[in-house]
Every structure is written in C-alpha cells, then in structure tokens.
C-alpha cells in the first residue's frame, strides 16, 4: 500500500506541476462549456432532458482527453530510461500500475469536477431550468465516471505497450474511440452480431443514464473491463523482467 | 577451438533468451486469454442477472404498480417493433421505457418473454414488410404490440401530450399507451362495441373535415375493438355480443320501440355511451331522467373561446377514472348543451348500489354560461332566462356497484356527452389533443378497462427549459470564460510559485 501511494504521489506531482497538464484542463473545460451550451440551445425546442445535453458535452471530447493524460504513462518513462529506476525501486509491478493509474483517474477527476456546476451556473444566468434532477445528475456522473475509469485503463495498457508517445497516443485514440461507434458499427453487421455491439455500445450507455436510467449491465462492463486492462498491463510490465 | 567454443556459447544464449521471450510471451498471452473469458462469463451472467432503477426525479421510465401487474396477468409472450429512425426525439424515451417492461416482465411469476425489436425504417425493409402484411403497420414512427396474430399500433402523436398551439411536448404516455396494448393483444376476445344507426347520427364511413367519424373508427380500431356499425330495427334489439352501444348525434328521435330495448340492454348491466346535440330530441331524455341525467334544451357559450362563443376549450374535469389522465390536456366543445345530474334526495347507504350514481365528466369555465334560446340574435347573458357556468358538458353514471366494495357485480354503465362533435373528425385532427383521450377514455371505461386509465401521463418537467439568446450568451461567457480563467490562473500562480522556490 505504501509502495501504491509513493508512485500515486510521484504522478500527482509529475501531473499538477506540469504547464501541460493546465493547458489541457483549460482546453478541456473550454471545449466543454461550449458545446454543452451548443447542445443546450440545439435541443431547447427537441424537449430532451438537460441532463443529456451535459453529459454528451462532457463525454464527446473525453476520448481525447484522456489520449492526451495516458499517452505518456509509461511511453515516457520508456523513451527516458527511467522505467528502468522504477523497476527496480521496491515496489510490485500492481503498484506501479495501480499507482500511475490513480494518478491519471485523479487528474481526469479534477478536470471534469467543475462541470457539476453545469447546471447551476445555467439556471443562475438563464433562469429557464425549472428544477435540476440530481437523480439523473448523479446517474450520468456514475457512467462517466464507469466509462472514464475504463478508458484510462485501456491508455495506460496502450502506453505500456511502445515507447513512442506519438505511437502510444494513436493507439489509445482509436483503442479509446472503439467503444464510443460501436453503435454505428452495431447498425453495419448481422443483426445477431449488431446486438452483442449495441450491448457493448457507449453511446447507448450514456443516453440511458443520462435520463437517470441506472442498469448493472453496462456497470458490470466497464468495470470488469477496467479490471481486465489493468491485468493485462500488470502481465505485461512483469513480462519485462523476464526478458 | 576456443573460437568455435565461445560461437557456440553465444548461439546458447541468443536460444535460451529467444525461448525465455517466447516463453514469457506465451505466459502473458494464456493469461490474457484467460483472463477474457473470464470476463466474458462475467458479463453473460450480468446480462442475465442484473438490475434497473430510474433515479430521474420524474420517474418516466418506472413502470407503475399497475402496469406490473398487467405483465403478471399475461401467459402468452409479447413482441414489440419499435418502428423508429434512431434520430426520432422519442427514440430514447421509448428505448428507456421498453426495457423496463422487458427487465419487469422477466420478474413476473410466469417469466413472461417481452421482446423488443428495433426497426429501421429505412434500412430494414423486409421487416418492415412483414409488419406491414401482418400487422397492418400504416405509417412508420410507430410501435407495433403484438402477441400470436394480434397485434396493436401505437403512433407518435398518441405517446406525448402537447401544449395547445404551441405543440411542444408536455407529458409522456408511453406507459399508459404500451400497458393499454399489452393488455389489449394478450386478451383472448376483443371486446365488440356496437354503433346505432338509422337516425341520422354520425357516419364511421364519412371522412368529411367537419362531420364525419372516419378518425374515430380508426382510433377504436386501433385500440382493438371490434367496432359494429348496426341499424336496430333490422337485428330486433340489441345484438348479445354487444359489450358496448355508441349512440353519436341522432338527428331524429329514436323510437320508443328501440328505447326500450337500449332500457332493458341497460337493465342487463349493459353500457352505453350517447353523444347528443342541443336542439335535438333525440328521444332517450326520458330513458336518461331515469338514470338521473337531465338534458336540458340549451347551448353552452363560452367566453373562453375560439371562434364567436361556439367552440372553446375545456380543461376543468370532474374527479373519474376517465378523466385521470386528462390534467394537462383540452378538451374541444362546438356548440355543446348542458348534461347535468338531477338533483335528487339524499340516499341512504343501503339503497346505495340500487341508485345511479352520476359524476361530473367535463365543465366549462366560470365565464360561460347556458343559453335557453338560441334563436336569439345576441348571444351575451340574459340573467333572466340563462343559467351561468361553470356547466356541466358530460356526466358518467354507474349503477350496481358499490364505492369502496370488492364484489364480482357488473355494474350498468352510461356516458353522456352534450356534444357530438366531440368524435369528429375536425375536433380529432384540431390539434388540441384531447378529444380522441376523452372519447376513448369513456369507450374503455364502459368496457371496463379502466384500471388502464388511471396511469397518468408523466410530466416532462424537467426537460422543459427555455432560454433566450442573451441568456445562453451570459452562460456561455460564464462557462467557456470563467471556469477555464479560474483554472488558468490556478495554473499560472502554481508555476510562479515554483520558479520564487526554485
């Protein structure tokens, strides 16, 4: 646990130091906001719930996002020479990759917390939100949150996996992009296949709990999908002392 | 020699560290794959086993203790097409909605199978064939409820109510609407509804704007009832399929030979439902005093009103079953007569299930009032002779039933309408929305199917905001401005104060 915290520490600093790290919270919160009142404004006359609105602001550029946050995970350390100092500081391969993968979650975390107000500062300015459904707030929070702990794992597998951040930040990309057209890819192919992709399908995730509709299923999904990442990277960082 | 020795010590170790990779890669890949199918099991047994909850504060996509127990009452499994483009605005109302029914009816005690197919319109051509040769799809937009050969068509129009005018969605129906088909489809008889003929009433074969009942038929239909158009003195009374009777706008009176059968029909526990026009008598005023109705020889205006007094709104209804799912819906009435129940002595518990009893359907506003003669050429308020509002438009009566005891009693049921015009085809398509509700409410609560309508319509509160251009400006200036200023300069100050400790 020690060893867990010591690396959780080390990205934390590595993340909030960095000039880069604020210049992509600023992009993040900038594209955000605006297409969050772009969509707002779209479906004003549609009568879709607000809620949906935000929550389609917040995921639609969170593939990105997170390319940007896990690209350099282990890439850079590789690239550096410095994997080689972590390897052998006294801690396990599960905590080095608990440790850097708490690090990115909580930076992700911090970048989309000033979204939660959303809502609020669109009620005090525009004075047309009747009421805000916390139900669904708390719904669609609970999928991003599912959705982006995924997704970051599966940078930070991507990451491991070369030592060229450029290589790494295109395979997160379209590793990351991958579960978010599955619903478009689910309408290309037999109907049988098409159902097992509309399952596995984001899009429909987050429309359903956007409007407070919480299932297990896609909780069940993204959860042991994080799980698996994760031990697909553990198995893949031990591999290196073997060879 | 000492060459060749150390050639073949390297060649050694180039193998053994070619086999420890392969080995090692061989290691992570078996785990790797074991690893997914595990997470496959994990994931068959969650889509088999899982659980839904609606947190949304208006809770549109629950089901309610009713519609639970409608999937309880049904043996046979039910397949719905959701016959909608994916862009469509309810798609995903619906979407949400129709996998509760599915997770709901897998708890039932008879595991019911609720399968919920989603058509294309454009792409699945040969689906939407099929519902198009079986089930009588007319028009995509639509969701097709069916279970063996019977089948039910729900369109777009009846699953939201919408503003007057306006037309923007106020309140969803979709439970009311889907349990309504799941019960209707997995009946085993479709309830038979006669229509009188013969005194000039209104034409179910008419498509006229104005007049005719074209619209209605298609909306009984719909609702799958049998809808029988009849002419008494040809059949010698009331045919005994008949679970229900419609009597819409007769313009001549009905004989007292075809009075007395509908009396007796009545007598039997049969329902009826009668419509009738001011100025006309009809010949059942006598039947209806009997009933406790009084049919008064007026015409109801309005100053709440559309065109000169004649045709106006109504949005106050009495406490029923029919009027539940009315709250936010108007209702149009052209030129209506009061309907009203006679004022009668007290009645004594005992007596109670042995009297009729009358209740309020419909009223118009304070500012109305009953004209005694319309023939008059001013219509304003003769306090001498008019009576003022708010009027009665419409009553139920029920008789053979006790409030409040749950006995096997069928009970005689009468709705009575002061206005035909509340089925024709001009107030159906008006927009107002109401009027097909109010005529199908009445036609499915003399069938008693009205545990049905007291699933009220959900309100769409929550997703109703509306901003002007300034105000989205002020918010995005607030949003893209200030939260990213705010990080900014937390940003710029952490980077200065670095450079001070460095």
């Not at chain 2, 639509?142 to 729900?154: D, F, I, K, P």
């Not at chain 2, 439970?175 to 229509?195: C, G, K, L, N």
């Not at chain 2, 109305?368 to 419409?394: I, N, Q, T």
Request: with cysteine; hydrophobic share 45%; aromatic share 10%.
């Amino acid at each position: 646990m020690k060893g867990l915290l010591t690396v959780w520490r080390r990205e934390l600093s590595a993340h909030f130091l960095s000039p880069v790290a604020y210049v992509t919270m600023v992009v993040y919160l900038l594209v955000a906001g605006w297409t969050f009142v772009w969509a707002v404004e779209k479906n004003q006359e549609i009568g879709d719930p607000i809620t949906v609105s935000l929550f389609v602001a917040l995921f639609l550029w969170l593939p990105i996002t997170i390319t940007v946050i896990t690209m350099g995970l282990f890439a850079e350390e590789k690239r550096s020479g410095t994997i080689e100092t972590l390897m052998t500081a006294p801690v396990t391969e599960w905590q080095v990759v608990l440790g850097k993968y708490a690090g990115a979650m909580t930076f992700l975390l911090v970048t989309m917390a000033p979204s939660v107000g959303y809502l609020y500062i669109f009620r005090t300015f525009s004075g047309g939100v009747p009421f805000i459904d916390t139900g669904a707030l708390a719904a669609g929070y609970t999928i991003l949150l599912l959705v982006s702990a995924f997704c970051v794992s599966t940078g930070l597998l991507m990451s491991l996996l070369t030592r060229h951040q450029v290589v790494a930040a295109i395979a997160c990309f379209c590793a990351i992009c991958l579960p978010f057209i599955l619903r478009v890819l689910s309408r290309a192919v037999p109907r049988n296949a098409g159902a097992v992709l509309e399952y596995m399908a984001t899009e429909l995730h987050i429309l359903e709990f956007a409007r407070g509709v919480v299932d297990t299923r896609p909780m069940v999904l993204y959860l042991s999908g994080t799980i698996f990442m994760l031990f697909l990277a553990v198995r893949v960082l031990e591999s290196r002392r073997w060879t | 020699m000492d060459m060749n020795d150390s050639d073949s010590e390297a060649r050694e170790s180039i193998w053994f560290h070619r086999r420890r990779r392969m080995a090692t890669g061989a290691n992570v890949a078996t785990a790797a794959l074991l690893a997914a199918l595990l997470l496959a099991m994990v994931n068959y047994l969650a889509s088999a086993f899982y659980s839904r909850w609606d947190w949304s504060s208006a809770r549109l996509y629950a089901l309610s203790d009713k519609s639970i127990k409608v999937l309880g009452s049904v043996n046979s499994p039910i397949d719905v097409y959701v016959v909608y483009d994916p862009d469509h605005e309810s798609y995903y109302d619906l979407r949400c909605l129709l996998s509760e029914y599915a997770y709901r009816a897998r708890h039932t005690p008879s595991h019911i199978t609720l399968d919920v197919h989603y058509v294309e319109p454009d792409r699945d051509l040969a689906a939407m064939n099929e519902l198009k040769l079986r089930h009588g799809l007319e028009e995509r937009n639509s969701v097709v409820v069916s279970s063996g050969t019977r089948a039910r068509t729900l369109l777009d129009r009846e699953l939201y109510d919408r503003a007057p005018m306006v037309r923007t969605r106020v309140a969803f129906n979709g439970e009311r609407m889907i349990t309504s088909a799941i019960h209707d489809v997995a009946q085993s008889q479709r309830p038979v509804v006669y229509f009188l003929m013969g005194h000039g009433e209104r034409d179910l074969e008419n498509y006229d704007r104005l007049t005719g009942y074209s619209s209605i038929r298609r909306a009984i239909k719909r609702d799958n009832i049998e809808l029988r158009p009849f002419i008494m003195a040809e059949t010698d009374g009331i045919p005994g399929d008949c679970d229900a009777l419609i009597v819409a706008g007769p313009t001549t009176q009905v004989p007292d030979a075809e009075v007395e059968h509908i009396s007796r029909f009545l007598d039997r526990n049969g329902r009826v439902m009668i419509l009738v026009d001011p100025f006309v008598r009809s010949g059942l005023e006598l039947l209806l005093d009997g009933w406790g109705v009084r049919l008064a020889t007026d015409v109801v205006i309005d100053r709440v009103s559309l065109t000169g007094g004649r045709e106006f709104y109504v949005g106050r209804y009495g406490r029923h079953k029919i009027t539940t799912s009315l709250k936010n819906v108007a209702t149009i009435f052209s030129m209506p007569r009061s309907v009203e129940p006679q004022v009668s002595r007290e009645v004594p518990d005992s007596e109670r299930s042995d009297k009729p009893r009358v209740q309020i359907l419909a009223l118009t506003s304070k500012s109305s009032w009953a004209k005694r003669d319309f023939r008059r050429k001013s219509l304003s308020f003769d306090p001498d002779v008019d009576r003022l509002g708010p009027v009665s438009l419409a009553v139920a009566v029920e008789k053979g039933a006790v409030e409040g005891v749950d006995v096997a009693l069928e009970p005689s049921r009468i709705v009575v309408v002061g206005d035909s015009d509340l089925g024709a085809n001009q107030s159906l398509d008006s927009g107002a929305g109401g009027n097909e509700d109010f005529f199908m409410n009445c036609l499915n609560w003399l069938l008693a199917r009205e545990s049905l309508l007291a699933i009220s319509p959900k309100p769409l509160g929550s997703a109703i905001y509306q901003a002007s251009r300034d105000q989205f400006g002020w918010t995005l200036a607030a949003l893209v401005g200030g939260i990213p200023l705010c990080v900014c300069m937390l940003g710029v100050l952490i980077w200065v104060g670095r450079r001070r400790g460095s």
